[in-house]
C-alpha cells in the first residue's frame, strides 16, 4: 500500500523559509510523478508543482512566482517542496500527491492524474 506522509509544515513570519518533505513509503519513487497542491479556507485545491519521472519540473508562476522549488531524493524516497520569502497569502494546507501511470510534466499539474494523496500539512505565515 502506497503511502504519503508529509512533514515540515509550521507558523513563519513573513519573509522567512519553509522546506516541505514527503516520504513515499510502500513504492519506489523511480517512475513516479510527484506534485504539490495547497488548499486555502474556502478555496479550492491549487497546483504549487510538480516532478516528472524524469526529473523534469513545472510550477504554478501564478502562486510562487519563482520562490519554491521542487526537488528529489531518491536514496531517501522523498520529495522536498522548499519554500522561500513566503507570505501570509501563502497560507494552506500543502499537499504532496503521487502519479504512477507515467503522465506527462503538464498533466501533473491537474490534481485529477494523481493516484496517491497525502494527508497534508499545514503552513501558516504571519504578517
Known amino acids: 500500500q502506497v503511502q504519503l506522509i508529509e512533514s515540515g509544515g509550521g507558523l513563519v513570519q513573513a519573509g522567512e523559509s519553509l522546506e516541505l518533505s514527503c516520504l513515499i513509503s510502500?513504492?519506489?519513487?523511480?517512475?513516479?510523478?510527484m506534485g504539490w497542491f495547497r488548499q486555502a479556507p474556502g478555496k479550492e485545491r491549487e497546483f504549487v508543482a510538480a516532478?516528472?519521472?524524469?526529473?523534469?519540473?513545472?510550477y504554478s508562476e501564478e502562486s510562487v512566482k519563482g520562490r519554491f522549488t521542487i526537488s528529489r531524493d531518491m536514496a531517501k524516497n522523498t520529495v522536498y517542496l522548499r519554500m522561500n520569502n513566503l507570505a501570509p497569502e501563502d497560507t494552506a494546507v500543502f499537499y504532496c500527491?503521487?502519479?504512477?501511470?507515467?503522465?506527462?510534466?503538464?498533466?501533473?499539474?491537474?490534481?485529477?492524474?494523481?493516484?496517491?494523496w497525502g494527508q497534508g500539512t499545514q503552513v501558516s505565515v504571519s504578517a
Open positions: 500527491a503521487a502519479d504512477d501511470d507515467y503522465g506527462s510534466t503538464w498533466s501533473l499539474r491537474q490534481p485529477r492524474e494523481y493516484d496517491y
Open positions: 516532478m516528472h519521472w524524469t526529473g523534469e519540473t513545472t
Open positions: 510502500g513504492r519506489n519513487l523511480q517512475g513516479l510523478g
